[in-house]
């Protein structure tokens, strides 16, 4: 199992950008797709965007399409995911997770909070 670490959350303006990071443990990083996922408060887990193993095929949740990029460093260990333009909306605890496709996560990281202010 894969150990996952976020960083890079905070106080950002509406309207502004955020590049979080999620760094993985283990020489096995290359093998799984990886994913973003956000909560909130009393709501179920959120998709927000994915990518498969190579880095060639990217997926985005319709709620912040042309607004995110996913990307990764397999010889980093790290995957991204590069907010822009946020909104109020997009407050939450953003989480990574490893899994084996884009439908199943196995590995979950603790999260970091994103908070946009109006």
């Known amino acids: 199992q894969v150990q996952l670490v976020e960083s890079g959350g905070g106080l950002v303006q509406a309207g502004g950008s955020l590049r979080l990071s999620c760094a993985a443990s283990?020489?096995?990083?290359?093998?799984?797709?990886m994913g973003w996922f956000r909560q909130t408060p009393g709501k179920e887990r959120e998709f927000v965007a994915a990518?498969?193993?190579?880095?060639?095929?990217?997926r985005c949740a319709d709620s912040v399409k042309g607004r995110c990029t996913i990307s990764r460093d397999n010889a980093k260990n790290t995957v991204y995911l590069q907010m822009n333009s946020l909104k109020p909306e997009d407050t939450a605890v953003y989480f990574c997770?490893?899994?084996?496709?884009?439908?199943?996560?196995?590995?979950w990281g603790q999260g970091t909070q994103v908070t946009v202010s109006s």
């Open positions: 997770a490893a899994g084996s496709d884009f439908t199943a996560y196995a590995s």
């Open positions: 283990g020489r096995t990083f290359g093998s799984y797709v």
């Open positions: 990518i498969n193993r190579g880095g060639s095929s990217i």
